[in-house]
């Protein structure tokens, strides 16, 4: 898959679009996706490694892109509702290109839970123990709708 | 730094095991172009790295696990956030409660490894 498919189904835009490439899908199930970290990222104006929070952030991408994959556009989009056991086993420096991967545990309605690992060249870097995310209607999130 | 915490991390308090921090999201961050065009909302990993930040203020320890973050309600800009951090007796693990004005925004539990 390439970015302007990513473009299409991923909300996200710069500086936080995490994610560069879809290498492996198997619709519904786990899904393969490649993120290339620059020293041009905003956040590199300070010296040190890709923060560990957008890692986590890129890794997400991928598991909406998987619970996206072939849905057609509902007006709704996914937020992180949970986290749990994510461990971060090496640092990320510019230069890298990590591969992220991602499987679906259970879907109940709005509610996706996933699991996974990402790795750069055959380490691994961060493993996911949980994640769930959640779908609130856009219309609602727009400025001046939002009741919560 | 821009692009991602724009806004300074201030600690307010520090007593023993207890740090607490606010920060103002800006209304012009950075992060609010992609995140997300038309309905912009303060990124959940943004709400963990400021407890992070807060967490970290005061000594070099490595985040080696987000253990559980849980996210009630979105965060939006203009917002102030304000996190209660609480460190275990061996200052390696730490819960993190952030708050806006209208309650509990997250509930966040950080390890942390020497560096």
């Keep these: 898959m390439t970015s302007s498919e990513i473009l299409r189904l991923l909300p996200h835009r710069y500086p936080v679009l995490l994610v560069d490439r879809v290498v492996d899908v198997v619709p519904g199930e786990s899904l393969t996706a490649l993120k290339a970290v620059s020293?041009?990222?905003?956040?590199?104006?300070?010296?040190?490694?890709?923060?560990?929070?957008?890692?986590?952030?890129?890794?997400?991408?991928?598991?909406?892109?998987?619970?996206?994959?072939?849905?057609?556009?509902?007006?709704?989009?996914?937020?992180?509702?949970?986290?749990?056991?994510?461990?971060?086993?090496?640092?990320?420096?510019?230069?890298?290109?990590?591969?992220?991967?991602?499987?679906?545990?259970?879907?109940?309605?709005?509610?996706?839970?996933?699991?996974?690992?990402?790795?750069?060249?055959?380490?691994?870097?961060?493993?996911?123990?949980?994640?769930?995310t959640t779908t609130r209607a856009v219309a609602d999130l727009r400025p001046g709708n939002l009741d919560s | 730094m821009t692009g991602y915490l724009a806004s300074p991390v201030q600690v307010l308090e520090r007593s023993g095991t207890t740090v607490v921090a606010r920060m103002s999201v800006a209304p012009d961050d950075p992060v609010f172009a992609g995140h997300f065009p038309g309905f912009p909302i303060f990124p959940g990993v943004a709400v963990v790295e400021f407890a992070h930040r807060a967490a970290t203020a005061t000594g070099a320890l490595r985040l080696a696990a987000v253990e559980s973050?849980?996210?009630?309600?979105?965060?939006?800009?203009?917002?102030?956030?304000?996190?209660?951090?609480?460190?275990?007796?061996?200052?390696?693990?730490?819960?993190?409660?952030?708050?806006?004005?209208?309650?509990?925004?997250?509930?966040?539990?950080?390890?942390?490894?020497?560096r």
């Design chain 1, 39 to 132: 020293a041009n990222e905003p956040w590199h104006t300070d010296p040190g490694d890709f923060p560990s929070t957008l890692l986590v952030e890129s890794w997400c991408q991928a598991a909406v892109l998987l619970s996206s994959w072939g849905e057609p556009d509902t007006g709704r989009v996914a937020l992180i509702g949970a986290l749990a056991d994510v461990e971060f086993h090496r640092p990320v420096a510019p230069g890298c290109v990590v591969r992220h991967s991602v499987r679906v545990l259970d879907a109940r309605g709005d509610a996706v839970a996933f699991t996974g690992e990402s790795s750069v060249d055959g380490q691994v870097v961060m493993t996911v123990g949980r994640v769930v």
């Design chain 2, 69 to 114: 973050a849980r996210f009630v309600r979105p965060t939006l800009p203009g917002t102030t956030l304000t996190v209660r951090v609480t460190w275990d007796d061996a200052v390696r693990r730490c819960a993190a409660v952030v708050s806006d004005d209208d309650g509990v925004v997250a509930r966040i539990k950080l390890r942390y490894e020497a």
